[in-house]
């Protein structure tokens, strides 16, 4: 029995998240060869006080970003990517 675990910064809409789990179960019933009724999904919701890259929050983030005009998402990808250097 497969269980997959998400941690996704709050905000998603209910509807995303059915979508996500529908395409996501799809996936490992096909991959897998398993049964639907036998993949676990557990969404963990996260606050951006609760999350950080590089000892900042994702909330503090958020917040210079707002500040200076740039998109959040933009924000956050550059964070990603400096982590992958």
Do not use: C, Y
Request: charged residues 20%; without cysteine.
């Amino acid at each position: 029995m497969p269980i997959i675990e998400f941690h996704l910064m709050v905000g998603r809409t209910p509807d995303q998240k059915r979508q996500l789990l529908s395409a996501v179960t799809d996936t490992v019933v096909d991959v897998l060869g398993v049964r639907p009724d036998q993949v676990r999904i557990l969404i963990h919701n996260v606050t951006p006080e609760h999350f950080s890259m590089a000892g900042i929050t994702a909330a503090e983030r958020m917040a210079r970003t707002v500040g200076s005009g740039a998109p959040v998402a933009a924000s956050l990808t550059a964070a990603e990517k400096g982590d992958q250097q």
